[in-house]
């Protein structure tokens, strides 16, 4: 699948609430269903700078797609990380670092946030980008 229809099921999936308590369950359940992460990628290099909450962020390339994990200390956020790691994890860097990600406005999701969690999730799309950059590089220096 690609990025936009990853992120076309995930407003789709909102849009089946209209309240914001709901749609915070449903975050909380993706939180919930996250993979815990290894304790051998909960390192200083991993965290996130700029999120409120501890939150960790693991990429590994493989097969020219950027693999991500991670976790955060705190539910919501937790919901936030998997919402991401959902729609971009399994692509290439080229693709990660072209798409525009349209489905953070369109279910509400900025709005709906703390500032502090806001930026933490810029903080988050941010990282991923930086880490789709680095494996872009890696892979032209390589040809």
Same mark, same amino acid.
């Given at each position: 699948?690609?990025?936009?229809?990853?992120?076309?099921?995930?407003?789709?999936?909102? +849009?089946?609430?209209?309240?914001?308590?709901?749609?915070?369950?449903? =975050?909380? /359940?993706?939180?919930?269903?996250?993979?815990?992460?290894?304790?051998?990628?909960?390192?200083?290099?991993?965290?996130?700078?700029?999120?409120? +909450? &501890?939150?960790?962020?693991?990429?590994?390339?493989?097969?020219?797609?950027?693999?991500?994990?991670? *976790?955060? /200390?705190?539910?919501?956020?937790?919901?936030?990380?998997?919402? =991401?790691?959902?729609?971009?994890?399994?692509?290439?860097?080229?693709?990660? =670092?072209?798409?525009? =990600?349209?489905?953070? *406005?369109?279910?509400?999701?900025?709005?709906?946030? +703390?500032?502090? &969690?806001?930026?933490?999730?810029?903080?988050?799309?941010?990282?991923? &980008?930086?880490?789709?950059?680095?494996?872009?590089?890696?892979? *032209?220096?390589?040809?």
């Amino acid at each position: 699948m690609t990025i936009n229809e990853l992120q076309d099921n995930v407003i789709e999936e909102f +849009s089946a609430f209209d309240d914001w308590m709901d749609k915070y369950a449903l =975050l909380i /359940d993706l939180g919930n269903s996250l993979p815990a992460l290894e304790d051998k990628y909960k390192t200083e290099s991993n965290l996130i700078e700029g999120c409120q +909450s &501890r939150v960790w962020l693991q990429a590994d390339y493989e097969d020219g797609k950027i693999i991500f994990k991670g *976790e955060s /200390d705190a539910v919501i956020v937790k919901g936030i990380v998997s919402l =991401l790691i959902n729609v971009l994890s399994g692509h290439t860097p080229q693709e990660i =670092l072209d798409t525009d =990600l349209y489905f953070i *406005e369109q279910i509400g999701l900025k709005e709906h946030l +703390s500032p502090t &969690r806001s930026n933490g999730l810029v903080a988050m799309v941010k990282q991923m &980008r930086m880490y789709a950059l680095a494996y872009k590089t890696k892979e *032209e220096a390589g040809k």
